[in-house]
């Protein structure tokens, strides 16, 4: 029995089972892993894009819509007069039996009513630019049945700004065509554009629908679409306005029968599959050769159950990759599953579109995507090289970056700009950190130039490795009063604005306000400064270079000694200084005495390692931060707005920054009690953010239990606990290094797999299969002597190795390891 009324989880078939629709919020999913991708709700909302939700968006949403979720990928019942969707919405029709069960890639609606049982299966084949709905009709009753299915999706037209803005284009220029039972939405066809989007069912069709004003009616809603409701479809073309797609399936089935067939939604490009063809067959008639073909593929017997066969495969590959038994039911099924593939969507998505993000506002996030990326190396290491190159190219010469990029173009955001003064630091984390994973020492010398330079070829291009140096000078040149790392427009905590001062609501505090001259200095980058130098330095020892490393040791000393004498508040490490050189985040403040992030990453950076200061800042946390739901970012909230911090004081207490629990952070000071070697706390800590572990209280948390969320309001809010910001957050990948690195302890370095677990005394063990550079670890970890940490035993396959790092085996090895604790 679970203790979600909601649902529950079922770790074999690795699916979130939903048994109510009526779920606290709409819990999402994804589709897609490779350019095309859905956002699909547990009653079928959502969307679907190719590659940029902003500027290749192919269905319509409405965000923040009444209620939340409406709009999506639509099927309508009509049996015998009776109208209902298997998912529920939009008509919200009594059902006999609903469940939802969002998968790896794929979420399958099943529902019942009055004998009659429609399932539909939606996922995005690997590899391809398409969407299928596998569905499945099935008369569970005692009398033959006729019942009509009506699909239904509104098109969006690609460039999802300009589609819900700007009406006076917008409601002339929509234009499609139906041919057989292909809907093909073609706006903007004839003139820039060289794709269309198409939308197809594999099976006959009684009739269809392209305009929404015939489908749904003008002073109607979804509930009440017209068509549906009558049981006889239009088949409307629309000329302008809103054109949408709607297949009308006609089905007759005798008692036990059922009928499967398939819809498609493909996003097709002229120039993606190399098509010679004319662009039109006769004046106005678009050429069709690569949607039939299309159509014709997956109309074959056994297509769709491929797709969905090879989906299962694509993440059977992926997670073999990481896979845990421990005695801890939500940290093994999070590690195994869940967490790794949330992982997967911030790939994909960065911070662009979910049900927060509206996938027009931020692009890829400079600082973000280097974070994510700790999350899914070990899984898809060539996409992540690919990664660390683009974003590396988005740096500019001085060594600042620009903040956002946009996927489709790879180009900086011009509008947000630069001048974080942190984000260069994570590009050395995400390249180390790929270089311990792969092995490729390569990429360094790979060409990637910078945002602000013109070059003639990649041959005159600087290398990563150029780019990783100009990161370290950089924060080394950009000090202040203090010798601390300049703040700039923020650091981490985008909030913490100390030269914004605005006083005007309608500018943006990350962007308004002068950095030039500014004096405002940040003990967090400071923190990541050492920590990412540490990084540097170990790769040049590693890569025999030991002056280069022996140079950034001694810059790292520097920082040190700094940090210790100025960022010491007596109990904790402080936050930072302002652009007046006053203190934030030390007991001399009256509100936001001490911040979390500073503490995580002093620790994390070996500040306080041999003077008890790094345990005195994490214990400092514990008295005053944390919480059984997690560790709020600051104490005492901020109660009034302070120009002079900015955005961080303008929310009310404990939400967001103003000392809400930022899951994201609460992983670095995780992190910092695995290095103390405090694993009990290690868990509980862990536990206090995991989704997985929420269920019980699901009516407070309200967001999906299988994926971390942003943000937990505080305990200075009146929702204390309650979740906000689901699937795009930092936090996924720090916490599968802060469980697989960190608790279990299985570590990628230079020479081999280090395992330096961190567990609670109570374990008698764990077991973890890892894949690591071609080779197969199956690790037995045995800890007869009740400790937290210390490895005092490594054997491979029988034999001792002195140590505790694997070494490297060759490619396809399969071996057996027992580590034992004590
Ligand atoms: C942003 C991060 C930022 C964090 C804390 C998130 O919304 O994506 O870049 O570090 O907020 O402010």
């Given at each position: 029995?679970?203790a979600?009324?909601?649902g529950?989880?079922?770790?074999?078939?690795?699916?979130y089972v939903?048994?109510?629709p009526?779920?606290?919020?709409?819990?999402?999913?994804y589709?897609?892993?490779?350019?095309?991708?859905?956002?699909?709700?547990?009653?079928?909302?959502?969307?679907?894009?190719?590659?940029?939700?902003?500027?290749?968006?192919?269905?319509?949403?409405?965000?923040?819509?009444?209620?939340y979720?409406?709009?999506?990928?639509?099927?309508?019942?009509?049996?015998?007069?009776t109208?209902?969707?298997?998912?529920?919405?939009?008509?919200k029709?009594?059902?006999?039996?609903?469940?939802?069960r969002?998968?790896?890639?794929y979420?399958?609606?099943?529902?019942?009513k009055?004998?009659?049982?429609?399932?539909?299966?939606?996922c995005?084949?690997?590899?391809?630019?398409?969407?299928?709905w596998?569905?499945?009709?099935?008369?569970?009753g005692?009398?033959?049945?006729?019942?009509?299915?009506?699909?239904?999706?509104?098109?969006?037209?690609f460039?999802?700004?300009?589609?819900m803005?700007?009406?006076?284009?917008t409601?002339?220029?929509?234009?499609v065509?139906?041919?057989?039972?292909?809907?093909?939405?073609?706006?903007?066809?004839?003139?820039r554009?060289?794709?269309?989007?198409?939308?197809a069912?594999?099976?006959?069709?009684?009739?269809?629908?392209?305009?929404?004003?015939?489908?749904?009616?003008?002073?109607?809603?979804?509930?009440?679409?017209?068509?549906?409701?009558?049981?006889?479809a239009?088949?409307?073309?629309?000329?302008?306005?809103?054109?949408?797609?709607?297949?009308?399936?006609?089905?007759?089935?005798?008692?036990?029968?059922?009928?499967?067939?398939?819809?498609?939604?493909?996003?097709v490009?002229?120039?993606?599959v190399?098509?010679?063809?004319?662009?039109?067959?006769?004046?106005?008639?678009?050429?069709?050769?690569?949607?039939?073909?299309?159509?014709?593929?997956?109309?074959?017997?056994?297509?769709?159950?491929?797709?969905?066969?090879?989906?299962k495969g694509?993440?059977?590959?992926n997670?073999?990759?990481?896979?845990v038994?421990?005695?801890?039911?939500?940290?093994?099924?999070?590690?195994?599953t869940?967490?790794?593939?949330?992982?997967?969507?911030?790939?994909?998505?960065?911070?662009?579109?979910s049900?927060?993000?509206?996938?027009?506002g931020?692009?890829?996030?400079?600082?973000?995507?280097?974070?994510?990326?700790?999350?899914?190396?070990?899984?898809?290491?060539?996409?992540?090289r690919?990664?660390?190159?683009?974003?590396?190219?988005?740096?500019?010469?001085?060594?600042?970056?620009?903040?956002?990029y946009?996927?489709?173009?790879?180009?900086?955001?011009?509008?947000?700009?630069g001048?974080?003064?942190?984000?260069h630091?994570?590009?050395?984390?995400?390249?180390?950190?790929?270089?311990?994973e792969?092995g490729?020492?390569?990429?360094?010398d790979?060409?990637?130039?910078?945002?602000?330079?013109k070059?003639?070829?990649?041959?005159?291009?600087?290398?990563?490795?150029?780019?990783?140096?100009?990161?370290?000078?950089?924060?080394?040149?950009?000090?202040?009063?203090?010798?601390?790392?300049?703040?700039?427009?923020?650091?981490?905590?985008?909030c913490?604005?100390?030269?914004?001062?605005?006083?005007?609501?309608?500018?943006?505090?990350?962007?308004?306000?002068?950095?030039?001259?500014?004096?405002?200095?940040?003990?967090?980058?400071?923190?990541?400064?050492?920590?990412?130098?540490?990084?540097?330095?170990?790769?040049?020892s590693?890569?025999?270079?030991?002056?280069?490393?022996?140079?950034?040791?001694?810059?790292?000393?520097?920082?040190l000694?700094?940090?210790?004498?100025?960022?010491?508040?007596?109990?904790?490490?402080?936050?930072a200084?302002?652009s007046?050189?006053?203190?934030?985040?030390?007991?001399?403040?009256?509100?936001?005495?001490?911040?979390?992030?500073?503490?995580?990453?002093?620790?994390?950076?070996?500040?306080?390692?041999?003077?008890?200061?790094?345990?005195?800042?994490?214990?400092?946390?514990?008295?005053?931060?944390y919480?059984?739901?997690?560790?709020v970012?600051?104490?005492?909230a901020?109660?009034?707005?302070h120009?002079?911090?900015?955005?961080?004081?303008?929310?009310p207490?404990?939400?967001k920054?103003?000392?809400?629990?930022?899951?994201?952070?609460?992983?670095?000071?995780?992190?910092?009690?695995?290095?103390?070697?405090?694993?009990?706390?290690?868990?509980?800590?862990?536990?206090?953010?995991?989704?997985?572990?929420k269920?019980?209280?699901?009516?407070?948390?309200?967001?999906?239990?299988?994926?971390?969320?942003?943000?937990?309001?505080g305990?200075?809010?009146?929702?204390?606990?309650?979740?906000?910001?689901?699937?795009?957050t930092?936090?996924?990948a720090?916490?599968?290094?802060?469980?697989s690195?960190?608790?279990?302890?299985?570590?990628?370095?230079?020479?081999?797999?280090?395992?330096?677990?961190c567990?609670?005394?109570?374990?008698?063990?764990?077991?973890?299969?890892?894949?690591?550079?071609?080779?197969?670890?199956?690790?037995?970890?045995?800890?007869?002597?009740?400790?937290?940490?210390?490895?005092?035993?490594?054997?491979?396959?029988?034999?001792?190795?002195a140590?505790?790092?694997?070494?490297?085996?060759p490619?396809?090895?399969?071996?057996?390891?027992v580590?034992?604790?004590?």
């Open positions: 029995m679970s979600n009324p909601y529950f989880f079922d770790d074999q078939a690795r699916e939903i048994t109510r009526d779920t606290p919020l709409p819990w999402l999913n589709l897609g892993q490779d350019e095309f991708f859905g956002l699909c709700t547990n009653t079928a909302g959502g969307y679907t894009f190719w590659k940029d939700a902003k500027l290749r968006r192919l269905t319509r949403y409405r965000y923040n819509n009444v209620p979720d409406l709009g999506g990928r639509y099927l309508y019942v009509n049996d015998g007069g109208v209902w969707n298997p998912g529920w919405k939009p008509v029709a009594k059902l006999d039996r609903y469940e939802c969002h998968g790896l890639g979420t399958t609606i099943a529902a019942g009055d004998g009659l049982e429609v399932t539909q299966k939606m995005v084949p690997p590899g391809e630019n398409l969407e299928l596998q569905v499945t009709v099935k008369n569970t005692n009398v033959a049945k006729s019942p009509k299915i009506y699909s239904y999706q509104e098109f969006c037209f460039e999802a700004l300009n589609d803005t700007n009406y006076q284009r409601y002339s220029i929509g234009e065509e139906v041919e057989g039972n292909a809907i093909y939405h073609k706006t903007e066809y004839r003139e554009r060289n794709h269309y989007t198409l939308f069912c594999t099976r006959d069709i009684s009739g269809y629908d392209t305009s929404r004003d015939a489908f749904v009616g003008i002073h109607e809603g979804l509930h009440e679409a017209k068509v549906p409701f009558s049981g006889k239009g088949n409307s073309k629309a000329f302008g306005w809103n054109p949408v797609g709607s297949h009308e399936i006609s089905l007759h089935l005798e008692p036990g029968q059922e009928e499967t067939f398939a819809f498609i939604l493909a996003y490009d002229h120039t993606l190399k098509f010679t063809g004319e662009k039109f067959t006769a004046p106005y008639v678009i050429n069709k050769t690569v949607g039939r073909a299309i159509v014709e593929k997956y109309s074959k017997t056994g297509a769709v159950d491929k797709a969905f066969a090879d989906l694509y993440w059977d590959e997670l073999s990759h990481f896979q038994e421990s005695p801890d039911p939500h940290a093994t099924r999070m590690a195994n869940w967490n790794q593939y949330q992982c997967m969507a911030t790939f994909n998505m960065s911070r662009s579109a049900m927060y993000e509206t996938g027009i931020r692009g890829m996030g400079f600082r973000d995507s280097n974070q994510d990326l700790l999350g899914f190396v070990h899984m898809i290491h060539d996409r992540a690919e990664r660390i190159l683009d974003i590396a190219a988005t740096q500019l010469s001085d060594g600042t970056c620009y903040h956002q946009q996927p489709l173009t790879k180009k900086g955001n011009a509008e947000v700009g001048d974080f003064y942190d984000d630091l994570w590009l050395i984390l995400s390249t180390v950190s790929y270089i311990k792969s490729d020492k390569g990429i360094l790979a060409p990637c130039g910078y945002a602000d330079r070059y003639g070829s990649d041959s005159e291009k600087e290398t990563l490795l150029h780019h990783l140096e100009t990161s370290i000078a950089y924060t080394m040149r950009m000090r202040g009063p203090n010798g601390l790392p300049l703040i700039g427009h923020a650091d981490w905590n985008d913490l604005n100390l030269n914004c001062h605005s006083t005007e609501p309608n500018e943006s505090f990350q962007t308004a306000g002068d950095v030039g001259g500014s004096k405002a200095e940040s003990v967090m980058i400071a923190g990541l400064f050492l920590y990412a130098a540490r990084e540097l330095s170990g790769l040049y590693f890569l025999g270079r030991e002056a280069d490393s022996d140079r950034i040791a001694a810059d790292r000393k520097t920082m000694d700094i940090v210790e004498s100025v960022a010491w508040d007596g109990e904790w490490y402080t936050r200084y302002d007046q050189g006053k203190v934030i985040g030390s007991k001399a403040n009256p509100e936001g005495k001490i911040f979390i992030e500073s503490q995580g990453w002093a620790v994390l950076g070996g500040a306080g390692a041999d003077n008890g200061r790094a345990r005195q800042a994490l214990e400092s946390v514990h008295k005053h931060l919480t059984k739901n997690g560790i970012l600051q104490q005492p901020y109660s009034t707005y120009p002079e911090y900015g955005e961080v004081t303008s929310y207490p404990g939400v920054e103003n000392a809400g629990i930022f899951s994201h952070n609460n992983t670095w000071i995780h992190l910092g009690w695995c290095l103390l070697g405090e694993g009990d706390r290690a868990l509980e800590y862990y536990h206090s953010i995991c989704p997985s572990n269920e019980e209280q699901i009516e407070t948390y309200r967001s999906e239990p299988y994926v971390y969320a942003q943000m937990t309001a305990k200075d809010a009146p929702c204390f606990g309650e979740a906000k910001n689901s699937w795009l930092g936090t996924a720090w916490t599968f290094v802060v469980v690195q960190g608790i279990f302890g299985i570590q990628p370095d230079f020479a081999g797999l280090k395992v330096d677990p567990i609670p005394r109570g374990w008698p063990g764990f077991k973890v299969v890892r894949k690591f550079r071609g080779a197969t670890y199956q690790i037995e970890v045995r800890n007869p002597k009740k400790v937290s940490k210390g490895v005092v035993s490594v054997t491979v396959d029988g034999k001792v190795v140590g505790n790092v694997l070494p490297i085996l490619a396809g090895t399969v071996a057996k390891v580590v034992e604790l004590g």
